[in-house]
């Protein structure tokens, strides 16, 4: 076999490894206007069909007024957890959920309540949010005041019955498939490796 055919078939042979995709990418970014705070028991009572009596046991009675800010959905390319989705955000590889809440914080993703309803009012009037409204769910990382779990993740999806409200564990195992879309503010676009 001469050495041209040898090469050809040594290439034939080995094959390049299979580049994986990023995985996130932004959907859309919402400029959302300052929002004001207000009490838990309240959040998600208004128009809501169902709300995850959690918000209430796992999150501050209060949730804090909102600066004027950018709030950016996210897509996934395969399925998730929400520590992987928070690696991915973070750039880390830790699953600690102390250590992942606290740099979630640090960095500003978590929104309230408040701005998660006010997502929904947005696009209830037709703005682009990138929300899904065909019943995938749309996640959000929310601060607790907790310090053994100080972000939980609430959740709020739109189906042929209305609009509903949950909440998770940021440590929950559960998987997520790719076409539920997480909501982040304060996103860099250039550190989440798109």
Same mark, same amino acid.
């Given at each position: 076999m001469s050495k041209d055919?040898?090469?050809?078939?040594?290439?034939?042979?080995?094959?390049?490894?299979?580049?994986?995709l990023p995985l996130l990418s932004i959907v859309a970014t919402t400029n959302l206007p300052a929002v004001a705070g207000k009490k838990t028991k309240q959040c998600f009572t208004d128009g809501w069909y169902y709300r995850d009596a959690d918000f209430d046991n796992w999150l501050p009675?209060?949730?804090?007024?909102?600066?004027?800010?950018v709030i950016t959905t996210l897509a996934l390319t395969r399925n998730w957890t929400f520590?992987?989705?928070?690696?991915?955000?973070? %750039?880390?590889?830790?699953?600690?959920?102390v250590v992942l809440g606290n740099a979630l914080i640090?960095? @500003?993703?978590?929104?309230? *309540?408040?701005q998660a309803e006010a997502?929904?009012?947005?696009?209830e009037r037709g703005d682009n949010t990138?929300?899904?409204t065909d019943g995938w769910g749309n996640f959000f990382f929310v601060e607790t005041g907790d310090l053994k779990n100080p972000v939980s993740v609430g959740r709020v999806d739109r189906d042929d019955r %209305?609009?509903?409200?949950?909440?998770?564990?940021?440590?929950?195992?559960?998987?997520?498939?790719? @076409?539920?879309?997480?909501? *982040?503010?304060?996103?860099?676009?250039?550190?989440?490796?798109?």
């Open positions: 055919m040898l090469g050809s078939v040594v290439r034939a042979v080995v094959k390049e490894p299979a580049t994986q009675a209060s949730q804090p007024d909102a600066s004027e800010c520590i992987e989705a928070a690696q991915a955000i973070l %750039g880390v590889d830790t699953t600690d959920v640090k960095s @500003g993703h978590p929104i309230t *309540l408040a997502m929904k009012k947005a696009t990138g929300m899904r %209305g609009w509903l409200a949950l909440v998770y564990r940021l440590g929950s195992g559960s998987r997520w498939y790719a @076409g539920f879309r997480p909501l *982040l503010r304060n996103v860099d676009a250039s550190k989440l490796g798109l």
